[in-house]
């Protein structure tokens, strides 16, 4: 099989600001393996880059892993080297993409999954002064459910999003705080937070604190919103850790590596009973599409990180209908190449 990789920049029609910074554009690298196409979405607070991608894309061991046929994935999975998470995952979803294509059905189908037990998705809104944060709320409010994006530096200013998103809209609420606030501040803030009936608050604490989420846990009262961890969990190996702390997980491909570990996960927390929710990074439909092809198995969905992507280079895919997710009935992913390239 033949693959190529195309770093591709990726331009947003709004920033995007969480607490791990403000971000108006975004790199991808798109991989292509003969017909499948994949994608590896760069974050730059994740230490692998668009140089690490193409590397392990060259990287002679992937070449030879590529040697065997589509219709054994298992096998080739198998075979690809250890390498960055989103390297690995661009490969997997056009290998994935291609096998699916080849066998002439959609990739869920294959998996044997209802399209229609997809949950609807989040639809997020980043951090901003009050007039343009409260602009994006009402924007938004057709929207039944709205992640609003905290860490401002005060419990108070955090709060205040929250308090302004419950004014404007109706919808359902969800918070991500991105890790921005120690155990004593979520101690206090959750609380407080609880009372707008959030559906869940994910990432409280930074990433590595696996004790602080274990002491957050007994110290908050019964009866709070689900907390899912997000930087915290990064692939299979990070559930365990934080099971009777953590009420959830949130799993991302250009995180974890790809649709296969992806799925391990989602084995591992469905028998720790733990709550599962999907989510994505800015990036192409690629990307978010084939995520999407997993949602009939979680809890929660978050795959809204194409939307406000200006420059697309794939379209088709998930259908996202505020917030409902219509997955393709074509074979694959069922995405394409943007009928008009843009400027």
């Known amino acids: 099989m033949r693959i190529q990789a195309e770093p591709v920049f990726l331009r947003l029609s709004t920033p995007f600001r969480i607490a791990h910074g403000t ?3 975004r790199n991808n690298v798109l991989v292509h393996v003969d017909s499948g196409v994949g994608v590896a ?3 730059p607070y994740y230490p692998a880059q668009v140089p690490d991608v193409l590397a392990y894309v060259c990287d002679q061991r992937t070449q030879q892993a590529l040697d065997t046929d589509i219709r054994f994935i298992e096998d080739i999975l198998d075979a690809l ?3 960055p998470a989103p390297a690995r995952a661009a490969i997997e979803i056009a290998l994935h993409d291609l096998w699916a294509q080849t066998l002439g059905q959609p990739l ?4 044997g999954l209802n399209p229609a037990r997809a949950p609807y998705s989040t639809f997020t809104i ?9 602009q994006r709320v ?3 409010a057709r929207y039944p459910l709205l992640k609003i994006k905290l860490g401002t530096g005060t419990l108070e200013g955090d709060e205040a999003l929250v308090r302004m998103a419950r004014e404007e809209s109706n919808a359902r609420l969800c918070v991500d705080a991105n890790a921005a606030w120690t155990v004593d501040q979520a101690a206090e803030i959750i609380p407080r937070l609880a009372a707008y009936d959030l559906m869940f608050i994910e990432q409280p604490l930074a990433r590595h604190d696996i004790t602080g989420w274990h002491t957050l846990a007994r110290r908050l009262p019964a009866g709070m919103p689900p907390l899912i961890a997000d930087e915290s969990i990064h692939d299979s190996r990070d559930i365990l850790p934080l099971h009777g702390a953590a009420d959830g997980i949130n799993i991302k491909l250009a995180k974890c590596g790809g649709l296969r570990e992806a799925r391990r996960m ?3 927390a469905r028998t720790l009973g733990m709550k599962v929710m999907l989510g994505c990074m800015i990036e192409s439909t690629v990307g978010v599409t084939a995520a999407a092809h997993l949602a009939p198995l979680v809890d929660f969905a978050d795959l809204d990180g194409f939307l406000t992507v200006t420059n697309d280079p794939y379209e088709g895919g998930v259908i996202w209908d505020n917030g409902r997710l219509h997955l393709p009935d074509a074979p694959g992913l069922g995405v394409h190449r943007h009928s008009q390239e843009h400027a």
């Open 126 to 134: 980043s951090m901003a002064e009050e007039n343009e944060f409260r």
């Open 23 to 25: 971000s108006t554009e």
């Open 41 to 43: 979405a760069i974050t």
């Open 266 to 268: 989602i084995a591992l």
């Open 138 to 140: 009402q924007e938004a």
């Open 108 to 111: 869920y189908r294959l998996w």
């Open 81 to 83: 080297p250890e390498g």
